[in-house]
């Protein structure tokens, strides 16, 4: 469970480093993952990604989906680190050079270490913002 839970928050946190932090390289995450996506659990999720209500299990579900398929099963461990935002991105935009998810993954981390930084992270990101 806690894996389904950490990359689920893992896409909370790159759409809420877009929206709450103006971050360039989330944005352009968010806006690929999102591409020809309509609905309420997506407009919420770029607008109000803290925001939990019924519609955003399926969204999340679909995003940590694709970045699963195109950066690695392990996608959400590049999270906490700005370097592996952007190899994500480079990723979906066919940009990294070598696609080797393990030169940028911290191995000392564990699923609960990464949810307990996101966790944090929201606090953060959600207050600062109201």
Do not use: Q
């Amino acid at each position: 469970m806690a894996l389904v839970k950490v990359r689920l928050e893992a896409v909370r946190y790159l759409a809420a480093k877009a929206v709450y932090e103006e971050d360039e390289t989330c944005k352009k995450i968010m806006k690929f993952v999102t591409y020809n996506r309509t609905g309420v659990g997506v407009k919420n999720l770029i607008t109000s990604p803290y925001l939990r209500n019924g519609n955003s299990p399926y969204i999340l579900n679909k995003i940590a989906d694709i970045l699963s398929k195109n950066v690695g099963d392990n996608w959400y461990k590049l999270v906490p680190k700005d370097e592996g935002i952007k190899f994500i991105l480079n990723v979906l935009h066919n940009e990294a050079e070598n696609k080797d998810i393990k030169d940028y993954v911290d191995d000392t981390l564990k699923d609960e270490d990464i949810l307990i930084f996101l966790k944090n992270k929201e606090l953060l990101l959600a207050n600062s913002n109201k």
